[in-house]
Structures are given as structure tokens and as C-alpha cells.
């Protein structure tokens, strides 16, 4: 029977009429998979983006696949729409042992950096079977070269396949041995902070351009603050899409007495965040929650909220992800809080974050950066 994959849906990401929850890739991945024989107790998938390639499995009969997602929306897709078909029989998992050990077939939806890649290629040379095979698949108009080389350093055997549908297969076979320690988390020092980096996370252990700015105007903040009589620090403080933590834990070295919590939808971030949490020594005053727009947060628990958005030039549905963590701002926010932000200066968020959150003053703009700060009316 075909598998319906027109009722896939994305949702709590954002859903189109443009937008589907299945690609060719996906197909491509699951033909594979089926005509390979091998059980389900012996297949893990990587980077499944909302189902469209677990499912259709199970519904062909396969059972005990184990399944790695980044995206806490896109784990939450694919529960949702598993529990729309009637499907079950899959479990899942962190990127660790606990995946890969005895899988013999890994499917893996190719990530957008390559830093993730080798991330991912190294646990599965590391962990799976000695004779597994990694079939990693993309859009041909978005893979690269690169990738090849990536893989390669892991496995003794990557052939491209042939492009179907503008999507294509690579398979690799022959995992290295793996020598020493895995090559993430990486971890760098700054000025006082040290970043700690999954390869999925924003900026890798760096500290990105526009971050160091929102630190540098939040430093001169705390420092009028501290000028005042009688000026509070003990708030409760969120880092909403908190990468690698530098914000959180920036904040929390220079508040002593703030609550902090940082979330992201990303578990490579929150990976992330946790261990530069632990590496600062503030890691039992950080909480670090893997969610999507903070859902899990209620409404108005927040003095302050510090905000560096995702951006995306280009195709619309893009700017929906900030505007989407503007909305989730101001519902964290109690009312008279305060969102700090940082975007590119072509962005021009202002009249945004004034409309959905509240007054908003610009309190620094470089060329390429502006900072505001929102008062939640
Ligand atoms: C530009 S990065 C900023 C990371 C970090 N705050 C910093 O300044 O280095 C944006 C982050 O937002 C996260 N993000 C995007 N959409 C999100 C959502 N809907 N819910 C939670 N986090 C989200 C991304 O995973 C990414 O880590």
C-alpha cells in the first residue's frame, strides 16, 4: 500500500500551502531502506525532519527503529503525526550509543553544516556495526563536495548516487576505526567565558558578531543599574534560542542572583549550553530546557528575556522564525519586563518587536548590528 504521505504535517513548525512535511529525499531513503531487507531493530535515522521517513517503515512493517531528531518541533511532528495514522514501533534518541549500537543501516536526512555532518558520521563510524552502511541523502541543489570529504574521513567507502527527483543518495561503508575521543563537543575561551560546541550549534564555539554585541550593551546596562539605589538583580532571566549558552551564562557570571533559564529547540544547542553552563562553573543556577518557543515556559515568569533571533534572508517564511520567538517573548515576559535584542541592521525589526511585544527603544546600532530594548506593555 502507498504510504499517504500528503497527511504528514509540519505543525508546531510553521505550516504552507507551500511548505510539505516530505521531500524526495525522503522517499529516496525509505525505497533504499526497504529494498535492503534489513530489520528494524538493525536501522536508525538521523535527521528524519517530521516523520516522512520513520513512518512510512513502520507502516511497511518494520519495527524497533531508533530515531534521532535535532528539532524538539520535529520530534513533536512526528509523535503527532504517528499519532494521526495509528503508527508505532519506533524509539527515540539522543545522537549517542544508544542509537547506533548494532545498526547496520543508517539513514540520515544530510544536515545543513558541515560540522554536523562529522559529527554525526563519527558517532555512526563509532558506534554502529562494523559492516553498517550510512545512506545520507539531500537535495542535489543544497549538497556539496564537502560533504563527501566529510563522510570520507570516516568511512573507507562514499559513492554518490545517481540525482532522482533533484534529490541524491550517498553511501558510505567501511567505518574507520575511530581514534581518540570524538571530535565534539569543541570547546573555546573568550574573554571570561568559554564556549563549549556540538557541531550543530549556531557559531560553533565561537562567539558570534552580533552576540558580543548584545554582551557589550548588556555590561554598560548592568553598570547604570548598579549605579542606582536600591537596584534589584535577583530576576528571573531567559536565554530564548540560547545556541551554545553564551548569553545565559554571561549573565548569569555577572548576576549572582538571577534565575536563569536557557532554551532552544535545538538538542545540539542545548547539549551545547549544558556543557559551557557546566564549563563556567554556573551550572546549578542555569536551567537548560530543549523546547520549542519556550512553550514550556508559563506566561509572564520573566523579568527580562535576552533575544539573538535566527536570521534568514530571503523567502518569508524565513522571518517567520523571529517573529515567532517575538510572540514567545511576549507571552514569557511579565508586564513592564524587558526583551533585549539583537539583529542585523537590515532587518529593521523595530516596528516589529514594538507591535508584538511593546515600546522599543534602539539602545546601540552599528552597520551591521542593532540592539533595542522592548518593554512588554
Ligand atoms: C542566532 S542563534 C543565537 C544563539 C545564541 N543565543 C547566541 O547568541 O549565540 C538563534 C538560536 O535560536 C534557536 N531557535 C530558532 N528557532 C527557535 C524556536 N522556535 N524555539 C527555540 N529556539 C529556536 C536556534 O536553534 C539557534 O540556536
Same mark, same amino acid.
Given at each position: 500500500m502507498e504510504f499517504p504521505y500528503a497527511r504528514l504535517r509540519r505543525r508546531p513548525d510553521v505550516e504552507a500551502?507551500?511548505?510539505? *512535511? @516530505?521531500d524526495a529525499t525522503d522517499l529516496l531513503l525509505v525505497e533504499r531502506a526497504l529494498a535492503s531487507g534489513i530489520p528494524g531493530a538493525e536501522v536508525a535515522v538521523v535527521g528524519d525532519a517530521y516523520g516522512a521517513i520513520t513512518l512510512p517503515l513502520v507502516a511497511a512493517g518494520l519495527s524497533g527503529i531508533r530515531v534521532h531528531q535535532d528539532l524538539a518541533t520535529g520530534r513533536r511532528a512526528l509523535d503527532l503525526n504517528a499519532a /494521526? =495514522?495509528?503508527?508505532?514501533?519506533?524509539?527515540? @534518541? /539522543?545522537?549517542? *550509543?544508544?542509537?547506533l549500537a548494532g545498526a547496520r543501516l543508517v539513514l540520515l536526512q544530510l544536515p545543513k553544516s558541515l560540522a554536523e555532518l562529522e559529527e554525526i558520521a563519527d558517532a555512526v563510524a563509532?558506534?554502529?556495526?562494523?559492516?553498517?552502511?550510512?545512506?545520507?541523502?539531500g537535495r542535489v541543489k543544497h549538497m556539496t563536495l564537502a560533504q563527501n570529504d566529510v563522510v570520507g574521513r570516516r568511512f573507507a567507502a562514499v559513492q554518490p548516487q545517481r540525482a532522482e527527483r533533484k534529490s541524491r543518495l550517498v553511501v558510505a561503508s567501511g567505518p574507520r576505526d575511530a581514534e581518540g575521543e570524538p571530535p565534539f563537543p569543541v570547546m573555546q575561551r573568550h574573554d571570561g567565558l568559554t564556549l563549549v560546541a556540538h557541531g550543530g550549534a549556531f557559531a560553533g564555539a565561537k562567539l558570534d558578531i552580533g552576540t558580543r554585541v548584545l554582551l557589550d550593551v548588556l555590561d554598560r546596562e548592568r553598570a547604570a543599574w548598579a549605579a542606582e539605589p536600591g537596584?534589584?538583580?535577583?530576576?528571573?532571566?531567559?536565554? =530564548?534560542?540560547?545556541?551554545?549558552?553564551?548569553? *545565559?551564562?554571561?549573565? *548569569?557570571?555577572? @548576576?549572582?542572583?538571577?534565575?536563569? #533559564?536557557a532554551t532552544d529547540r535545538s538538542a545540539a544547542a542545548v547539549a551545547s549550553a549544558r556543557a559551557t553552563a557546566a564549563a563556567n562553573g554556573v551550572a546549578d543556577r #542555569? /536551567?537548560?530546557? @530543549?523546547?520549542d518557543a519556550a512553550s514550556a515556559l508559563?506566561?509572564? #515568569?520573566?523579568?527580562?528575556?535576552?533575544?539573538?533571533p535566527p536570521f534568514h534572508l530571503g523567502a518569508s517564511v524565513h522571518t517567520g522564525a523571529a517573529t515567532r520567538l517575538f510572540d514567545a517573548a511576549a507571552r514569557i515576559l511579565r508586564p513592564g519586563g524587558e526583551l533585549f535584542t539583537v539583529y542585523n541592521s537590515s532587518l529593521g525589526y523595530r516596528a516589529e518587536l514594538t507591535r508584538l511585544v511593546g515600546p522599543t527603544e534602539q539602545l546601540h546600532r552599528t552597520s551591521k548590528f542593532t540592539v533595542t530594548r522592548s518593554i512588554r506593555r
Open positions: 500551502a507551500n511548505l510539505q *512535511a @516530505h /494521526e =495514522l495509528g503508527l508505532s514501533g519506533f524509539a527515540p @534518541h /539522543e545522537l549517542d *550509543a544508544e542509537l563509532r558506534w554502529a556495526a562494523p559492516d553498517v552502511v550510512l545512506v545520507a541523502g537596584g534589584s538583580t535577583a530576576q528571573t532571566v531567559v536565554d =530564548l534560542g540560547c545556541g551554545t549558552g553564551a548569553l *545565559a551564562v554571561s549573565y *548569569a557570571l555577572a @548576576h549572582p542572583d538571577a534565575r536563569v #533559564i #542555569i /536551567e537548560v530546557m @530543549h523546547d508559563a506566561d509572564g #515568569i520573566a523579568d527580562v528575556v535576552l533575544l539573538n
